[in-house]
């Protein structure tokens, strides 16, 4: 166990619906990424918040939306949902702001039909 | 722009032989080089990293090299088990982009008994 929480690990749904994907960092993070990984592609960065703020955004579609609480855990929203949508969604944490490596959560598989 | 090379994206060795995977980066102001092991069905987990004051690390079977000049770092298995077996990625740190990471698209490697 990581640390780093992830809920559902997998999540079916129809073509134009709406999910929530939810990470609760490893006690003590700050920082709160998200990632990408298709079928054969690398890790794709999606956005990252730090201490409840927004910090970078990388490869994010508009369909797509994140925010981090007061407590720290994280949701990612992807509505309007297309086939192409369907990966393995990674949540990381860390301490500082880009210090050092990442811890990783064990993902949610979203497949989209 | 940001970008991380990797090489080989499959990797076969049989149990005992040394592997090796390279990476390549872009930005010489990059400062720290961490690598992951993802595991099936797992989140990527952090193995080793590597600092730009150093030139290698080394950790029981598990070495990283790093070459500044060339921009290349490079991670040795060796003596390599059946369970190293997964799909390891390499990534660097970008100070002029926010300290994000950017990762290198995997290598897939499989140690055959």
């Known amino acids: 166990d990581s640390g780093v929480t992830q809920t559902p690990k997998h999540l079916i749904t129809a073509t134009g619906q709406r999910v929530t994907l939810r990470c609760s960092p490893r006690?003590?993070?700050?920082?709160v990424y998200w990632y990408q990984q298709s079928l054969d592609q690398g890790l794709q960065f999606l956005i990252q918040y730090y201490n409840g703020e927004e910090r970078a955004k990388g490869n994010i579609l508009e369909r797509f939306s994140a925010q981090q609480f007061p407590d720290l855990h994280s949701e990612l929203n992807l509505s309007s949902l297309e086939l192409g949508d369907s990966a393995l969604y990674f949540c990381?944490?860390?301490?500082?702001?880009?210090?050092?490596?990442?811890?990783f959560g064990s993902g949610t598989r979203l497949t989209v039909v | 722009g940001e970008n991380v090379e990797q090489h080989p994206s499959t990797l076969s060795v049989q149990e005992g032989d040394s592997a090796v995977i390279k990476c390549t980066y872009s930005?010489?102001?990059?400062?720290?080089f961490p690598w992951y092991k993802q595991e099936l069905g797992k989140g990527p987990q952090l193995i080793i990293d590597i600092r730009s004051n150093v030139g290698e690390k080394k950790d029981q079977r598990i070495a990283v090299t790093l070459n500044k000049t060339a921009k290349h770092f490079s991670l040795h298995i060796t003596e390599t088990q059946p369970e190293d077996s997964a799909v390891y990625f390499c990534?660097?740190?970008?100070?002029?982009?926010?300290?994000?990471?950017?990762f290198g698209t995997g290598t897939s490697l499989t140690v055959i008994p």
């Open positions: 990381a944490s860390s301490k500082e702001w880009g210090l050092n490596g990442y811890t």
């Open positions: 006690s003590g993070d700050l920082s």
């Open positions: 930005d010489s102001a990059s400062n720290y």
């Open positions: 990534a660097a740190r970008y100070p002029n982009t926010g300290n994000q990471f950017y």
